[in-house]
């Protein structure tokens, strides 16, 4: 099983050089702090910052210099600040290439559930919808299953919807699943000491396996 710091790793391997990333609440944001040596990225967070780095040492902490999840943060050489409304103009226009989020379930068609469970009360949606209906590619970062064992890779996601059919890929704690374009997860890579039945088992929706599956390279 990989822990939330392997999950980042394993997803900043999708990064590609020359990428405007966005990257959302909780696992996405640990991304920033292992981008491959050598790539030219610029992370961008929906509160108005261009040019993230990584989390900044304690000696370094600047409270007002925040993302989206009110987590302080570093800024690179060049970064810039601006209002919200220019960073969803950045986001609606099609200028983030990838976006890295979490979510409560991921449906076998792509769709995501991510910003409200009903009955528990939430400060709102935040930048998600516009994200996940602008960014040319959709990576989720999440837990395979909850925490009472049901599965969160779906059929049909049972929560309320911020997205549909917009995931390319998720990675979780058992395995790196694609999500195919006629539907369906196509497992793609497994997590180390995480068999390909333990996966069968945690995954509801059509589960697609194809010759053998290695373990993830971290």
Known sequence: MLDKIGIAKRIAQEVQDGSYINLGIGIPTLVANYIPDGLNVVLQSENGLLGIGPFPKEEYVDA???NAGKQTVSMLNGSSLFNSAESFGM?????VHLTILGAMEVSENGDIANWKIPGKMVKGMGGAMDLVASAENIIVAMQHKSRSGASKMLKECTLPITGINCV????TDMAVLEILPQGGFKLLERAPGVSV?????ATEGKLIIEGEILEMNI
């Open 197 to 201: 039945d333990e996966i069968k088992e």
């Open 168 to 171: 390319k890929k998720v990675v």
């Open 64 to 66: 007002d210099l925040i």
């Open 91 to 95: 986001i609606r226009g099609g200028h």
